[in-house]
């Protein structure tokens, strides 16, 4: 896969920049040289900032751009400033030349990474959850069963009268996917049982490792798509 690295150069550049000016031409000549999706990417409009009286944020982690990865048209583009917006599942970047945050457009992002660390992919087929919008999922397990994992914030009021009368909650939720199939996993009976595990092996095998669901519900949830990858059946679906 091609990778290409464009923003970081060009964003240090133009933030150190108060204005553009005649001698940051050919600056900008290279940006768009390195970007031949430029006119793809960015196709998704200004961003829209979240009201200053929200008490939180709506994005991942962090409120500040990160330097991450970015996979459009089987291209990687590396150090691209990023933040991914979990209440709205859109991924912004910095515009160097008109200095305002963009909206990359989803359907054309097949994966983006932020520090390093957390990985982003999108899928389709779980339309029937009401928080798959877009179809970012942060991958956690990337093997024959992925283990996936729908970060999501919502808006509440707050219970309070004060400055912030609205409020970001933060909430996840585990998935398993195989094949273009989504099974969302709440319950450690039924996460064994869409494996088509035996709950005897299971629990003798997580008693080895020392891990149970209700202490470490994503350590569970990925050794037991690794516990089902190790045996000798082979894996054909999940188990209804």
Known sequence: MLKINF?????????????????????????????????ELIT??????????????????????EEGLLSINKIDYTDVQLLYDENADVVVTFHPIYKQKILIKSEKIEEFQLDKDHIFRRFEGNNSYPHHNNGFYQVKKD??????????????????????????????????????????????????????LSKREVKKHMKQIDVYFALEKEQYILELADFRENQAEEFKGFVK
């Open 143 to 196: 093997g024959e069963i992925k283990v996936l994992q729908k970060h999501y914030k919502i808006i509440e009021a707050t219970k309070e009268v004060g400055k912030y009368p609205y409020k970001f909650v933060e909430d996840n939720e585990y998935f398993y996917w195989f094949n273009g199939e989504f099974v969302p996993i709440r319950k450690k009976k039924q996460a064994i049982k869409s494996l088509g």
């Open 7 to 39: 923003f970081g150069p060009f964003i240090l550049f133009f933030i150190w920049t108060a204005e553009i000016s005649a001698q940051s031409k050919p600056f900008i000549s290279l940006y768009k040289e390195q970007l031949p999706y430029f006119q």
């Open 44 to 65: 998704g409009g200004q961003y829209g900032e979240a009201p200053l009286n929200y008490e939180g944020h709506p994005y991942f982690e962090k409120r500040v751009f």
